[in-house]
């Protein structure tokens, strides 16, 4: 007898995603079910193509099915969503998935350094990445990303410049070196605008804003000129730079973003030689504080001179030394971002299900 697509649908109720731990069909990430001929074919909803769990997920589909009587061959292939960025009160960048902010409660936590080498980090996943500079008065992207020069412009719009395969756009760029940007909050909001919606960023699965530290103007501009998918916060271990990481995450909170996880940078300095650790600034705060306010853990990046030499360089890490320990963590945190924004993009749908179901009634 052959397979039925009732039977096909119940097969795959045995596959669970691993980040919600709930089956696909349950969670409506099955379509397009045909059945003709023992031939089976069927589309996989993910919110993210380029999430480390594609490929998992899409082999656990054909596994569950192709034990069923009467299937001769299988076929499942991976179609994307996207959830309603245009239908919030902000504006939406056309082309651009996923807009991430990069934030911290103060400076000097190694922000520009997390978000250079995360933004190439989920790159090298297979994604489209842009990264915007938005600290007006202290940008370090161009440095670290290995940029010089002026962008160009074509149709009114402004041409990112690019280097390791990352979309750029700073003040750096447009100032040169050693000027000073000596702005009132104004011009920064106009030009963080500028930035955000007269930028020819193209098609793009993530563009990383690299925010100032704290919690004024261009977190506020950001907050109103564009829909934000989430931010994720930098931070060290010690007492001082947690207490100001709380005040940033309850401002996020209170502006409505999502809170994406914590990155404790600087989390302890292994000696080369002796390979003893010692956490200069403390360890493990970043965690223990996400689990008091119940937000994800993303990871930690070791204090090392080798992380700061690279970006002195012009060469994140990731890439100039892609089999070290510190561009590894890196990776790792990029891989654990990608699931909560894929977490969050699937709440979003069951919650858009749920409004259109209630409407319906």
């Not at 589909?61 to 069923?68: D, G, K, N, S």
């Not at 489209?128 to 940029?147: C, F, K, Q, R, T």
């Amino acid at each position: 007898m052959a397979v039925t697509e009732n039977e096909v649908l119940n097969a795959l109720r045995t596959v669970i995603e691993p980040d919600l731990k709930r089956d696909l069909v349950t969670l409506n990430m099955v379509r397009n079910v045909t059945v003709r001929d023992g031939q089976v074919s069927l589309e996989v909803v993910l919110t993210n193509p380029t999430g480390p769990q594609k490929t998992r997920i899409l082999q656990a589909c054909e596994e569950a099915v192709r034990p069923l009587r009467g299937v001769e061959q299988v076929r499942v292939t991976a179609a994307t969503v996207t959830f309603g960025p245009s239908a919030k009160d902000r504006p939406a960048i056309r082309g651009v998935r996923h807009i991430l902010a990069v934030a911290s409660g103060k400076g000097g936590v190694g922000k520009s350094t997390v978000a250079a080498n995360l933004a190439v980090a989920l790159s090298q996943t297979g994604a489209a990445v842009g990264l915007m500079d938005a600290d007006i008065y202290g940008p370090n992207i161009p440095i670290m990303m290995g940029v010089k020069g002026r962008p160009d412009t074509e149709d009114d719009r402004i041409i990112p410049l690019q280097n390791h395969g990352i979309k750029l756009m700073s003040m750096g760029f447009i100032t040169g070196d050693n000027v000073p940007v000596i702005w009132r909050g104004p011009l920064i909001t106009k030009m963080i605008q500028q930035f955000l919606h007269t930028v020819a960023w193209g098609d793009l699965d993530y563009l990383l804003l690299d925010l100032p530290p704290g919690t004024g103007d261009v977190q506020i501009t950001v907050r109103q000129s564009v829909y934000i998918a989430g931010a994720v916060i930098v931070t060290t271990p010690q007492r001082l730079a947690l207490e100001d990481v709380k005040r940033g995450i309850l401002m996020f909170k209170q502006v409505d973003v999502p809170i994406f996880g914590v990155i404790e940078n600087m989390s302890a300095f292994v000696c080369p030689r002796c390979q003893t650790r010692t956490d200069i600034f403390g360890h493990g705060g970043g965690l223990r504080m996400c689990e008091q306010m119940g937000i994800p853990f993303l990871g930690e990046v070791p204090l090392d001179p080798k992380i700061r030499e690279a970006g002195d360089t012009g060469i994140p890490i990731v890439i100039g030394q892609p089999d070290s320990p510190q561009a590894g963590a890196f990776r790792r945190i990029a891989a654990a971002l990608i699931a909560q924004v894929d977490v969050l993009e699937a709440k979003r749908a069951e919650q858009a299900k749920l409004t259109e179901g209630l409407k319906v009634l």
